[in-house]
Nanobody, 124 residues
């Protein structure tokens, strides 16, 4: 079956960096748009970044543009989220997700598969 497993979360001070990883299995990875979402306590789960099948196109929510970078390694079925200049408001559980459609979509209901999430906590 399809599995998405996130790793790399943790506690970091404001201004620091973290790199999240998501290992995918059980799907034709190169035929899926991959997205990162996050959910803060008491909040809805929101889109953070997405990357096209080939990695040639990306999309970011405005609040992370210039600080976060999404990338993928289709040979190893991995997707990454490099997070720099972290802020306390970036604190959330981060999820990776896979979407079988061609275009990068920001709606979580469009994604087919989800990981279990990894906690990112940014202290001030």
């Amino acid at each position: 079956q399809v599995q998405l497993v996130e790793s790399g979360g943790g506690l970091v001070q404001a201004g620091g960096s973290l790199r999240l990883s998501c290992a995918a299995s059980g799907l034709t990875f190169s035929r899926y748009v991959m997205g990162w979402f996050r959910q803060a306590p008491g909040q809805e789960r929101d889109f953070v970044a997405g990357i096209s099948w080939s990695g040639g196109s990306t999309d970011y929510v405005d609040s992370v543009k210039g600080r976060f970078t999404i990338s993928r390694d289709n040979a190893n079925n991995m997707v990454y989220l490099q997070m720099n200049s972290l802020k306390p408001e970036d604190t959330a559980v981060y999820y990776c997700a896979a979407d079988s459609r061609f275009a990068i979509i920001r709606l979580e209901t469009e994604y087919d598969y989800w990981g279990q999430g990894t906690q990112v906590t940014v202290s001030s």
